[in-house]
Nanobody, 126 residues
Framework: QLQLVESGGDLVQPGGSLTLSCAASGSTLDYYAISWFRQAPGKEREAVLCITRSGHSAAYADSVKGRFTIARDNARNTVYLQMNSLKPEDTAVYYC???????????????????WGQGTQVTVSS
């Protein structure tokens, strides 16, 4: 059974950077596409970035393009979300999720993901 644990969330000033980690156990991440989602208070959970099993990435939130990147280290069984130039509107709980998608595919649909972490809080405020 795959288990995911996010870490790295923090309070950061606007313009700052954070790196979130999604560490997996119980199975190898090689078999999964991994997405980062976020949920702000009073809003629906939205897909941010995804990385395919083949290592290609897709950004689903226009607001993060050019600022956030995703990377996977299969040797460490970990996926990272690098967030730069953070804005107050990036404040949310960030979740990583794993789905058994085809090798070169990603998805922004929550139902495609069977495994979720517990989330990590990112707060961007001065």
């Amino acid at each position: 059974q795959l288990q995911l644990v996010e870490s790295g969330g923090d309070l950061v000033q606007p313009g700052g950077s954070l790196t979130l980690s999604c560490a997996a156990s119980g199975s190898t991440l090689d078999y999964y596409a991994i997405s980062w989602f976020r949920q702000a208070p009073g809003k629906e959970r939205e897909a941010v970035l995804c990385i395919t099993r083949s290592g290609h990435s897709a950004a689903y939130a226009d607001s993060v393009k050019g600022r956030f990147t995703i990377a996977r280290d299969n040797a460490r069984n970990t996926v990272y979300l690098q967030m730069n130039s953070l804005k107050p509107e990036d404040t949310a709980v960030y979740y990583c999720a794993a789905g058994r998608l085809l090798y070169s595919l990603c998805s922004d649909d929550l139902v495609e993901y069977n495994y979720w972490g517990q989330g990590t809080q990112v707060t961007v405020s001065s």
